[in-house]
């Protein structure tokens, strides 16, 4: 394959494109050839998982045989979500390789990589490497194998998980729970059944069936779309909450017991106090589009509040860097110190319904006073010139009193009344628009005039 094409599928963290027509299981070989190069480190092996989707065993294997042949013993833990994955990487002291598309179509797979004790593998972090030694045998040939190759074993390790997990939440005196979740036809399916074994809540699945095909609807539960069916069942069974996990259960929604979404920034402020009632003074990591009320809530409990870029390996580090024991993301990525700093939506559900089962009240009452300010959600638009688009938009409001104007990431504007971030996408010909505001007039009105110089 060309470097021209394969450079394309390297993206922030992952490998991600179209199976068969951008990568291969031959592909998948080179890259488990280079991952044990680059990330390897002190480790003797690699621990791979993969998703519910047609083409994730085959080249889930090809990965491991390209890693074996450099030498890596490799402990192959088949279905799992990437959140499992990340657990076996952190219990087992070994560098990880998930395949999965996560959230996108049916056509797409990827990797996401990790280094030992999950430990994200980013562009400035290993990726570039991987990438350049990819391309480098992909256009002259693959290394000669080394003279002893690696082992490849399998091993089960979702009651681990699961085992995990419910040893981080004690869910054991809360009162009893109905709970919807609607797996999506992915891994939630898959991990939801063990970790909420034994427990006292009620279980009502949907779309638990694995199929990578995706038949009832995508598992993308950022897209308002996709929640309808959760939404309607928990409305017509009385349900106390509703789940609703993405392809590979990394990130979970919530929507309460009316049915209506819950935002991830209340379930941040809401996991965010629970965590720093074990750990006061915590630091908690926020990206800069969460709501204001995470900060507030953050700082209420005694905890500092860190803000950062929008983006997994971001968060990670500044887990890292500062030991913050919480943080959350506007798109319901939740990562847990106790979790190896790495991402699991399946742990977030569990602070939840501990919150929730804690107490006599309903979800929309208990979240109520995490969700303080209204917002527009993120818009999308397709534009030709990203750059000159937002460099307008900073001059419409560049100069303004008690304005102030940053570009951690993207162009975020804030007054003591509104803040909206304006961001480009970096796979897409898009820009990305948040607007928070103390009303809903105001949300509106700022929206509207940023959205006229976007497209203007």
């Known amino acids: 394959m060309p470097a021209t094409d394969l450079s394309q599928l390297v993206k922030a963290y992952d490998v991600r494109g179209v199976v068969p027509d951008q990568w291969d299981e031959h592909l998948a070989e080179l890259f488990g050839a280079a991952f044990v190069e680059v ?20 080249l889930a294997h090809a990965f491991a045989r390209g890693a074996a042949a450099r030498g890596a013993d490799v402990t192959e833990i088949g279905l799992c979500s990437t959140d499992q994955l990340y657990y076996a990487s952190g219990a087992l002291d070994l560098p990880g390789a998930m395949f999965t598309a996560s959230h996108n179509p049916a056509r797409y797979n990827g990797i996401k ?43 089960d390790l979702l009651e681990d998980y699961a085992g995990h997990l419910r040893g981080l939440v004690d869910l054991t005196a809360i009162r009893p729970l109905k709970v919807v979740i609607d797996a999506g036809n992915g891994m939630g399916g898959h991990t939801a059944p063990t970790v909420f074994a034994g427990l006292p809540v009620e279980v009502d699945p949907m779309y638990f069936e694995l199929d990578g095909t995706f038949p009832n609807h995508e598992a993308n539960p950022l897209d308002p779309a996709n929640i309808v069916d959760l939404q309607a069942r928990v409305r017509e069974t009385g349900a106390d909450v509703g789940l609703a996990f993405d392809g590979d259960a990394d990130r979970c929604f919530v929507v309460d017991e009316r049915g209506e979404p819950v935002s991830p920034s209340a379930i941040t402020a809401l996991v965010a106090a629970r965590e720093l009632a074990k750990a006061p003074g915590s630091a908690i990591i926020h990206n800069l589009i969460t709501s204001w009320s995470v900060a507030e809530v953050v700082e209420e409990n005694g ?28 798109s319901a990525h939740y990562y847990f110190r ?37 917002a527009s959600g993120e818009i999308n638009t397709e534009v030709a010139d990203q750059a000159g688009r937002t460099a307008a938009v900073r001059e419409r409001y560049e100069g303004g009193q008690d304005t102030d104007i940053d570009t951690l990431d993207g162009l975020t504007v804030t007054t003591p009344d509104w803040w909206f971030n304006l961001r480009p996408s970096n796979t897409e010909p898009l820009l990305r628009l948040n607007v928070e505001a103390r009303d809903e007039e105001t949300v509106a009105r700022i929206r509207d005039e940023v959205l006229a110089l976007i497209t203007a």
């Open 39 to 58: 990330a390897l480190g002190d480790s003797d092996g690699i621990v791979i998982g993969h998703d519910m989707r047609p083409s994730s065993p085959g």
């Open 113 to 155: 990589m990790c280094r030992s004790g999950a430990r994200p593998v980013g562009q400035d972090s290993g990726l570039a490497e991987i990438r350049a030694l990819v391309e480098r045998w992909a256009d002259h040939g693959a290394p000669e194998p080394v003279a002893t190759p690696g082992r490849i074993t399998q091993r």
């Open 303 to 330: 905890g500092t509040p860190v803000r950062t870029r929008v983006g997994h390996s971001f968060i990670k580090g500044e887990m890292a860097a500062t030991g913050a024991i919480f943080g959350g993301e506007h």
């Open 338 to 374: 106790d979790f190896w700093n790495a991402d699991t939506g399946m742990l977030a559900a569990l602070h939840v319904l501990a919150a929730l089962g804690g107490q006599d009240g309903p979800l929309s009452q208990l979240v109520a006073a995490y969700d303080r300010y209204p």
